[in-house]
């Protein structure tokens, strides 16, 4: 548990570093260039990149140690972000202010590639919680790991508002810089007892795609939970889009970067909660419930043009998600042979993650050019606007009440289906076989 802890805390020092530099690019961008279709692209760009990374990066934690899989993250983060702050002081000011401007999305895939290097430590750390935690306590872990996402998301959120309203990129990307300077320095400080790289197969020098399906194949109801979580990733893409310009319409910079860091307590409490209780007998029972939760969540907060609606509803919503990753980590350990868990892992993560970027890349213009002006000038001001408000923000929140709908019900109809209850089956079995070999 001491390596544990130590891995812990180093890798919540490089995902702070990897949010913090993230968030303060899409602060910026969006009040540089005032697009909601810039920060729509930006969000379309993140997640299909970690969509079509899974796949690679689950392959190299497999092939791998794993501590030099995370000093390479880091690493590659540390170059990323020096030639993004190289091209932000050489760069004339006024250039950022233009959402077409070749050098401005020069600058965005840099500090995003930087921010994205950090996902091939968090597939590396999955595995650590199946190498270093017992069985019966990774649920446990697997909450931890979720508060540590939570501390890093607070710290992030307050500090990029922060940053942006208050230093600007250039220091933003210095402080960035030397935080990671720092995790690679520590990382180099800790053993992990992992003497040999474990493998199952002779072909290990390939990504295996055929062989990850053929693994999650003999798992009956798994592919069902991961088409689920990709339909709800679907969905999701249009909040993780549209969010920030939905939360600048209603304050300012700095107060949605401090509210941020309040409702980051939600990962922490929720988290913090999975590590002391557990997920229960039925982790994937646990994981349904929670996402009913949310869906309902998603349907209340628009109703209303209010921060103090939005501030409890998307603490409540991210207290969940920690459940919702735990539960899946937990199904994925217990039915996955450890050899195989990076590459389940980053497939998993690959397909789930598939259709985000869709989302992300057409919800900025259907709320620019269809939900906005619907709610501003169209007829929706005329059948919804007595009750439900008109302007910019009403239309970025009719959307998300939309989608919110779907959602819900997606999710009640899941539950009712045949791969749910089979993969149920299986975990309880695996349960089972568990506590007869102790």
């Known amino acids: 548990m001491k390596t544990f802890y130590a891995i812990l805390g180093n890798s919540l020092a490089a995902s702070m570093s990897n949010t913090f530099v993230w968030f303060a690019v899409t602060f910026w ?123 890093s998301f607070l710290a992030a959120s307050i500090f990029s508002g922060l940053g942006v309203g208050q230093l600007g990129m250039f220091w933003v990307l210095v402080l960035a810089i030397g ?98 209780k557990g997920l229960g007998a039925s982790p994937l029972r646990t994981m349904f419930m929670a996402n009913i939760a949310m869906w309902t969540i998603s349907i209340i907060f628009p109703l209303q043009s209010s921060i103090v609606l939005l501030t409890p509803c998307l603490f409540i919503y991210l207290c969940l998600i920690p459940v919702v990753e735990a539960s899946e980590q937990t199904i994925l350990q217990k039915v996955i042979p450890q050899e195989r868990q990076g590459r389940v892992f980053g497939f998993a993560q690959s397909i789930e993650q598939a259709a985000s970027p869709i989302t992300a890349f057409v919800a900025g213009p259907i709320a620019q050019l269809l939900f906005i002006p619907f709610m501003t000038t169209g007829a929706g001001v005329g059948l919804l606007g007595g009750w439900f408000g008109t302007g910019t923000d009403r239309g970025i929140a009719l959307l998300f009440l939309v989608t919110g709908v779907i959602g819900l019900a997606v999710t009640m109809i899941a539950m009712r289906s045949y791969a749910y209850r089979t993969l149920s089956q299986k975990y309880q079995k695996h349960t089972l076989v568990a506590a007869l070999g102790d």
């Open 29 to 151: 961008v969006y009040l540089q260039t005032k697009s909601v279709i810039a920060t729509s692209v930006m969000a379309g760009v993140y997640l299909g990149t970690i969509a079509i990374s899974g796949f690679f990066l689950g392959s190299l934690v497999d092939r791998f140690k794993k501590k030099n899989v995370m000093l390479a993250s880091s690493s590659i983060s540390l170059l990323l972000y020096v030639l993004a702050a190289l091209i932000y002081t050489t760069t004339p000011t006024q250039s950022f202010s233009d959402a077409s401007n070749v050098m401005l999305w020069i600058f965005i895939l840099l500090a995003l590639m930087g921010a994205l290097a950090g996902n091939l430590r968090g597939i590396a750390l999955s595995t650590l919680v199946t190498i270093l935690i017992p069985e019966d306590d990774r649920d446990r872990a697997n909450g931890l790991a979720g508060t540590t996402n939570g501390v």
């Open 179 to 276: 935080l990671m300077a720092l995790v690679i320095a520590h990382l180099w400080t800790i053993s992990i007892p992992e003497t040999k790289v474990v493998h199952a197969e002779a072909h290990t020098d390939s990504i295996d795609i055929r062989g990850t399906i053929r693994v999650v194949r003999l798992v009956p109801g798994l592919f069902g939970l991961i088409f689920f979580n990709t339909f709800n990733n679907f969905l999701g893409g249009a909040f993780m889009s549209l969010m920030d310009a939905y939360g600048l319409l209603l304050t300012s910079v700095e107060v949605w970067g401090f509210l941020w860091g309040f409702l980051s307590l939600g990962f922490i409490v929720g988290g913090f909660v999975v590590a002391k």
